[in-house]
């Protein structure tokens, strides 16, 4: 064992070198299959939403390329507070992930002993109820004659009028809780990887909780803080079925105008449109983030 | 590091207390960890018992909402719905045609990724990470354009297409996790003692780096049978269970859906446990 355990406890980034033609051949022969799908139904149809986000026409007599760039402005100027939405909702989301996930995840990793494993499966048990139930779980819960507000209501604590179902914070309180595991599973990984001897360590030089934590603990749990960060804002962002389930017309957030663009209107220009501002802004702020952590860290 | 602080050290690491041990200074243990740790895991299962409780309501017309007394006919009529039946059909099909393909076309790129060094190795770990950071329905969006622009009838078809498109990515990454702490020195010995590569695969590489297809393979599946936002902009007329509870929900949801959704939950559950049980077993074994 004493020859292995250097491989195993550095599992190195560099698979080992196997230069040989015959060899390389190989690889690329197990990547064709698998890279030629993702080609063919992620990249194509990437650049084909372009394509038809800059065609004109209707649905009864088609659509054709005028290369008509203006329907971005078009699209921004008509959807503005969509836009909006989707960006301050996912950022709300993020946040509030992150103030419920740490401590969870903390808790988790540093105070569950032998509880570890049960306590993370319990996080991830929502996972085995379908997204769309789970979600109308939180009508039923807070439905307006329903177990929550109607029993305030009956005992008289709430006026015979309070709502929460379709409001703002039923669509960001079912955001949240759909997300939060995603918030949690990465924090933990990266808070459980810490070696308890750094933490005495800094006790030991007289470095109090506070200092410690802030210190020692919070600069090693980044990579997952980030990673954590990402699984919650990027799907978040283009959600919308916590809107449409849990919300009102003035909770719309640009996934619900893509999918009435698209599934409704058969507008596919404009669903197009918009479908590639979201990406495009999402994009753009996946690549700064993989720039500041390094694509390692990310891509595993 | 003095011998106290080793077996501290040691008895967090194999995630026992520490209570016999002396505390260190600083590290008297707070109240508040664990009550909100608590209070967060009853959170995440408030929606869970909610929708087993409704399925047991004895509700009269459309809406499932307030509590009117204990019943179990919506589980005795749970398949008098011929649409569940085949939307849960069409689901169950879908799902296992794309674990299969999704696992076998992902944990070929992740061999290739950590067994083989080439050009553009890099390249391929950004690309196999962008459709995870793509959100869902830019996806469903997109591949809608692609079928629209060359007249691919929407259907069953399309949505194994659309599923093992996004499965592939996560199939590669977990995969990866598996393969990369892999010692390759094994495979050596292998091919030292006269296998040929394909042997030495089947005897030595797949058994070692099998726990990590079948996690795969479970995502997958799991991944392909939720699924709403991708498949709604692809399935056509096709229904699918996450569909056709989506529908259902328009009108009132009806008790059925909250009953399939703790069946399901109950076998998730169960798979996962076994599943836990058969290692601890092997591991005692």
């Given at each position: 064992?004493a020859?292995?355990?250097?491989?195993?406890?550095?599992?190195?980034?560099?698979?080992?070198?196997r230069?040989?033609?015959r060899?390389?051949?190989?690889?690329?022969?197990?990547?064709?299959?698998?890279?030629g799908?993702l080609?063919?139904?992620?990249?194509?149809?990437?650049i084909?939403?372009?394509?038809?986000?800059?065609?004109?026409?209707?649905?009864?007599e088609?659509?054709?390329?005028?290369?008509?760039?203006?329907?971005?402005?078009d699209?921004?100027?008509?959807y503005?507070?969509?836009?909006?939405?989707?960006?301050?909702?996912?950022?709300?989301?993020?946040?509030?992930?992150?103030?419920?996930?740490?401590?969870?995840?903390?808790?988790?990793?540093?105070?569950?002993?032998?509880w570890?494993?049960?306590?993370?499966?319990?996080?991830?048990?929502?996972?085995?109820?379908?997204?769309?139930?789970?979600?109308?779980?939180?009508?039923?819960?807070?439905?307006?004659?329903?177990?929550?507000?109607?029993?305030?209501?009956?005992?008289?604590?709430?006026?015979?009028?309070?709502?929460?179902?379709?409001?703002t914070?039923?669509?960001?309180?079912?955001?949240?809780?759909?997300?939060?595991?995603?918030?949690?599973?990465?924090l933990?990984?990266?808070l459980?990887?810490?070696?308890?001897?750094?933490l005495?360590?800094?006790?030991?030089?007289?470095?109090?909780?506070?200092?410690?934590?802030?210190?020692?603990?919070?600069?090693?749990?980044?990579?997952?803080?980030?990673?954590?960060?990402l699984?919650?804002?990027?799907p978040?962002?283009?959600?919308?079925?916590?809107?449409?389930?849990?919300g009102?017309?003035?909770?719309t957030?640009?996934?619900?105008?893509?999918?009435v663009?698209?599934?409704?209107?058969?507008?596919?220009?404009?669903?197009?449109?918009?479908s590639?501002?979201?990406?495009a802004?999402?994009l753009?702020?996946?690549?700064?983030?993989?720039?500041?952590?390094?694509?390692?860290?990310?891509?595993? | 590091?003095?011998d106290?602080?080793?077996?501290?050290a040691?008895?967090?690491?194999?995630?026992?207390g520490?209570?016999?041990?002396?505390?260190?200074?600083g590290?008297?243990?707070?109240?508040?960890?664990?009550?909100?740790?608590?209070?967060?895991?009853?959170?995440?299962?408030?929606?869970?018992?909610?929708m087993?409780?409704?399925?047991?309501?004895?509700?009269?017309g459309?809406y499932?909402?307030?509590w009117?007394?204990?019943?179990?006919?919506?589980?005795?009529?749970?398949?008098?719905?011929?649409?569940?039946v085949?939307a849960?059909?069409?689901?169950?099909?879908?799902?296992?045609?794309?674990?299969?393909?999704a696992?076998?076309l992902?944990?070929?790129?992740?061999?290739?990724?950590?067994?083989y060094r080439?050009?553009?190795?890099?390249?391929?770990?950004?690309?196999?990470?962008?459709?995870m950071?793509?959100?869902e329905?830019?996806?469903?969006?997109?591949l809608?354009?692609?079928?629209?622009?060359?007249?691919?009838p929407?259907g069953?078809?399309?949505?194994?297409?659309?599923?093992?498109?996004?499965?592939?990515?996560?199939?590669?990454?977990?995969?990866?996790?598996?393969?990369?702490?892999?010692?390759?020195?094994?495979?050596e010995?292998?091919k030292?003692l006269?296998a040929?590569?394909?042997?030495?695969?089947?005897t030595?590489?797949f058994?070692?780096?099998?726990?990590?297809?079948?996690?795969?393979?479970?995502?997958?599946?799991?991944?392909?049978?939720?699924?709403?936002v991708?498949?709604?902009?692809?399935?056509g007329?096709?229904?699918t269970?996450?569909?056709?509870?989506y529908?259902?929900s328009?009108?009132g949801?009806?008790?059925?859906?909250?009953?399939?959704?703790?069946?399901?939950f109950?076998?998730?559950?169960?798979?996962?446990?076994?599943?836990?049980?058969?290692?601890?077993?092997?591991e005692?074994?």
């Amino acid at each position: 064992m004493a020859v292995v355990a250097p491989t195993v406890a550095q599992p190195s980034a560099q698979p080992p070198a196997r230069r040989s033609p015959r060899v390389r051949w190989i690889a690329y022969l197990l990547l064709a299959p698998g890279l030629g799908w993702l080609f063919l139904f992620w990249l194509w149809p990437s650049i084909q939403m372009f394509i038809t986000s800059l065609q004109t026409g209707t649905y009864a007599e088609g659509y054709t390329f005028t290369g008509n760039v203006g329907i971005y402005r078009d699209v921004l100027a008509a959807y503005p507070e969509q836009l909006f939405r989707s960006l301050v909702y996912a950022l709300i989301v993020t946040v509030a992930c992150l103030a419920i996930g740490y401590p969870l995840a903390y808790a988790i990793a540093m105070r569950a002993g032998r509880w570890k494993n049960a306590i993370l499966f319990m996080v991830i048990l929502p996972f085995f109820v379908s997204y769309i139930i789970r979600t109308l779980s939180w009508k039923f819960i807070l439905a307006d004659d329903g177990i929550f507000l109607g029993t305030l209501k009956s005992i008289g604590l709430l006026p015979d009028d309070a709502q929460i179902v379709n409001t703002t914070s039923a669509v960001l309180g079912g955001l949240i809780y759909n997300f939060l595991p995603f918030m949690v599973l990465p924090l933990f990984v990266s808070l459980d990887k810490i070696d308890p001897s750094l933490l005495e360590a800094a006790g030991d030089l007289y470095s109090n909780k506070r200092s410690t934590f802030l210190r020692v603990t919070l600069p090693l749990s980044l990579p997952g803080l980030l990673a954590g960060s990402l699984l919650t804002f990027i799907p978040v962002a283009g959600d919308f079925i916590n809107a449409e389930l849990l919300g009102n017309p003035n909770t719309t957030m640009l996934g619900n105008v893509i999918q009435v663009q698209m599934l409704e209107h058969n507008d596919y220009p404009t669903g197009a449109a918009i479908s590639f501002i979201l990406m495009a802004a999402i994009l753009i702020g996946v690549f700064v983030y993989a720039k500041l952590l390094g694509t390692e860290e990310l891509t595993g | 590091m003095t011998d106290v602080d080793a077996a501290v050290a040691f008895e967090r690491a194999e995630g026992r207390g520490t209570s016999n041990a002396p505390r260190r200074r600083g590290r008297k243990k707070g109240w508040f960890l664990p009550t909100f740790a608590g209070l967060v895991i009853a959170y995440l299962f408030l929606p869970i018992a909610v929708m087993i409780l409704y399925g047991f309501n004895d509700y009269a017309g459309k809406y499932n909402y307030a509590w009117q007394g204990f019943t179990l006919r919506h589980w005795g009529n749970l398949f008098d719905d011929p649409d569940l039946v085949t939307a849960l059909q069409n689901s169950i099909i879908i799902a296992v045609v794309v674990t299969a393909l999704a696992t076998i076309l992902g944990t070929m790129i992740a061999l290739a990724l950590t067994r083989y060094r080439f050009r553009g190795r890099g390249a391929t770990n950004m690309f196999i990470f962008l459709p995870m950071a793509t959100p869902e329905i830019v996806m469903g969006a997109s591949l809608l354009t692609l079928f629209v622009t060359f007249g691919v009838p929407l259907g069953f078809g399309t949505i194994l297409i659309a599923h093992v498109m996004f499965c592939i990515s996560f199939v590669v990454v977990t995969v990866k996790a598996r393969t990369q702490g892999f010692n390759a020195e094994w495979e050596e010995a292998a091919k030292d003692l006269g296998a040929t590569p394909w042997v030495t695969f089947w005897t030595v590489t797949f058994p070692l780096i099998l726990p990590g297809i079948a996690a795969a393979a479970a995502l997958a599946f799991a991944l392909s049978i939720d699924d709403y936002v991708v498949s709604t902009f692809n399935a056509g007329k096709t229904v699918t269970f996450p569909l056709w509870v989506y529908g259902a929900s328009r009108q009132g949801v009806p008790a059925t859906v909250n009953v399939m959704g703790t069946i399901i939950f109950l076998v998730g559950v169960g798979l996962a446990l076994l599943n836990v049980w058969f290692q601890r077993r092997r591991e005692v074994a």
